[in-house]
């Protein structure tokens, strides 16, 4: 429909209802102007989880993976280096360049 898919519609409809509804809830308390930034703070995340990819990877799947990465998997990762080198002429590696 419009041209865009259900994923986008949705989330395009979630995102003008979210904002109607807080601009409409707030406009006499906050004034407009101040009505109109929360709610196009508020409306723009779901506007754009409808929109966004990367890597192949809807909204939801890359904040899965950017949340397994960072927080689930993560941790400290020392890196060991081996000199192939010395190893095979069967030499000792040392720890200083003297």
Known sequence: ???LTARQLICSVIAIALAAG???GL???LGKDNASWICLL???PFA???FF???GMSFEQFVFAWFKVSFLCGGNRGYHSENIHYAALGRKER???D
Do not use: I
Request: glycine share 10%; charged share 25%.
């Open 95 to 97: 720890d200083d360049f």
């Open 22 to 24: 807080l601009y409409l």
């Open 42 to 44: 508020a409306a723009a």
């Open 27 to 29: 406009k006499d308390t």
């Open 1 to 3: 429909m419009l041209g």
């Open 53 to 55: 990819r990367y890597n």
């Open 48 to 50: 754009a989880a409808g």
